[in-house]
């Protein structure tokens, strides 16, 4: 595979995610593996950059806590009533911030996800993006 931004590493796990996301929804069993597979259109896992693989792992194994997260600085809403891209958009973000070796600055990733939300969300979405990233991200 080609080498990939940082960047462009994460929206691809977003990607990720947000698939993973869509097979719940529906009732249908996500297999880690070939959600990646499918994404990332490769044969071996070996393939797939060794970032993605480990914040997609780590943004499902602590998906309920990211929800718990993310949930207490949401007003009037519920995490599952949030567009399926700001979820995935979430769930990446917060896990590569608090559960990987990346331990990436928060300010990088309240940049990228600002950007990302401005792309792929509602107008004035990322708003309560970058307010909610702001409180959970420390």
């Not at 990720?16 to 996500?30: E, R, S």
């Amino acid at each position: 595979m080609e080498n990939l931004s940082r960047n462009k590493m994460r929206e691809l796990t977003i990607s990720c995610l947000f698939a993973a996301n869509i097979k719940t929804n529906i009732g249908l069993d996500v297999s880690a593996k070939k959600t990646i597979d499918d994404i990332f259109a490769q044969e071996n896992i070996e393939d797939i950059p060794l970032f993605c693989q480990e914040i997609f792992l780590a943004a499902l194994k602590n998906k309920e806590e990211i929800i718990s997260q993310v949930s207490s600085y949401l007003r009037n809403w519920k995490f599952n009533r949030l567009n399926e891209v700001a979820q995935a958009l979430f769930l990446e973000v917060i896990a590569e911030h608090s559960y990987s070796v990346y331990k990436t600055e928060k300010k990088v990733l309240i940049n990228f996800a600002v950007d990302y939300a401005k792309k792929y969300l509602e107008s004035s979405d990322f708003r309560y993006i970058n307010a909610v990233l702001d409180k959970v991200l420390l």
